[in-house]
């Protein structure tokens, strides 16, 4: 059932609280190291693979089909400055917190949802432990620090793609390739679309979290839960996307 314009706006509301006592949190002793490198392993490390198979086969298609579309035009030369630019600034962050957000964002509101119906996050409050302290700053900063590298590590395998596809099916000459890509690829494309994913991730984190706590009626509020954290969080980026490609093309 969807929500009334009211009733969304109080949520929003309560999604700014949220960050807000994130914040409080940051600052708050004791920091559980174990528990940030347990959430990096899990986000990041265990998420490998699948941005190396979405990387590099984003990398193939875009590559295939731009090739396709320059050769007519004798030019099909700078395909690898096209995939490296357009990987750097936008597809390699959003690929990547999309694919993060189907793997890992819904599991970070099932986790938390299922322990706010089983009364365990109200078992750690009753023992003083703040929650969002003990269970969300760890999934915010491991996300703040493993959506950047897995980032760059799709930005590698969608140039590996595109390079193998070029080289492979339109015959290109591989130095040529390689140097005209460089030309055009700048250290400012790679930072703008780190940036992108650090914040993503953060954003991605914090929704996913938020309404993982939020979680009511029992089996049936985690599954929708989760199904709120993934269409909010993957709507959220590719706004959020726009408006800072907005502002670093304009002003930084």
């Given at each position: 059932?969807?929500?009334?314009p009211?009733?969304?706006?109080?949520?929003?509301?309560?999604?700014?609280?949220?960050?807000?006592?994130?914040?409080?949190?940051s600052?708050?002793?004791?920091?559980r190291?174990?528990q940030?490198l347990?959430?990096?392993?899990?986000?990041?490390?265990?998420?490998?693979?699948?941005?190396l198979?979405?990387g590099?086969?984003?990398?193939?298609?875009f590559?295939?089909?731009?090739?396709?579309?320059?050769?007519?035009?004798?030019?099909?030369?700078?395909?690898?400055?096209?995939?490296a630019?357009?990987?750097?600034?936008?597809?390699?962050?959003i690929?990547?917190?999309?694919?993060?957000?189907?793997?890992?964002?819904?599991?970070?509101?099932a986790e938390?949802?299922?322990?706010?119906?089983?009364?365990?996050i109200?078992?750690?409050?009753?023992m003083?432990?703040?929650?969002?302290?003990?269970?969300?700053?760890?999934?915010?900063?491991?996300?703040f620090?493993?959506f950047?590298?897995?980032?760059?590590?799709?930005?590698?395998?969608?140039?590996?793609?595109?390079?193998?596809?070029?080289?492979?099916?339109?015959?290109l000459?591989?130095?040529?390739?390689?140097?005209?890509?460089f030309?055009?690829?700048?250290?400012?494309?790679?930072f703008?679309?780190?940036?992108?994913?650090?914040i993503?991730?953060?954003?991605?984190?914090?929704?996913?979290?938020?309404?993982?706590?939020?979680t009511?009626?029992g089996?049936?509020?985690?599954?929708?839960?989760?199904t709120?954290?993934?269409?909010?969080?993957?709507?959220?980026?590719?706004?959020?996307?726009?408006?800072?490609?907005?502002?670093i093309?304009?002003?930084?």
């Amino acid at each position: 059932m969807m929500q009334s314009p009211l009733k969304q706006l109080e949520e929003l509301g309560y999604y700014f609280v949220f960050l807000g006592e994130i914040l409080r949190c940051s600052l708050k002793r004791p920091f559980r190291i174990a528990q940030y490198l347990s959430e990096i392993e899990r986000l990041g490390v265990n998420s490998v693979l699948i941005i190396l198979l979405s990387g590099g086969g984003i990398g193939m298609i875009f590559a295939l089909q731009m090739a396709s579309i320059l050769q007519p035009f004798q030019v099909e030369i700078g395909t690898g400055a096209a995939m490296a630019v357009a990987l750097s600034r936008e597809l390699a962050p959003i690929i990547t917190a999309l694919m993060l957000i189907a793997k890992n964002g819904s599991a970070m509101a099932a986790e938390l949802g299922t322990m706010r119906v089983t009364e365990q996050i109200d078992a750690l409050e009753s023992m003083s432990i703040s929650a969002v302290h003990y269970l969300v700053l760890p999934k915010v900063i491991a996300s703040f620090l493993v959506f950047p590298l897995l980032t760059l590590l799709a930005n590698i395998m969608g140039v590996l793609g595109s390079y193998v596809v070029a080289i492979a099916l339109f015959s290109l000459d591989s130095a040529s390739y390689v140097s005209y890509m460089f030309d055009f690829l700048s250290p400012r494309d790679v930072f703008m679309g780190l940036i992108k994913a650090a914040i993503m991730g953060v954003i991605v984190a914090t929704i996913c979290c938020f309404k993982g706590l939020r979680t009511v009626q029992g089996a049936k509020g985690v599954g929708d839960s989760a199904t709120k954290a993934v269409v909010a969080s993957s709507v959220t980026i590719i706004l959020v996307d726009y408006i800072l490609t907005t502002i670093i093309l304009r002003f930084i």
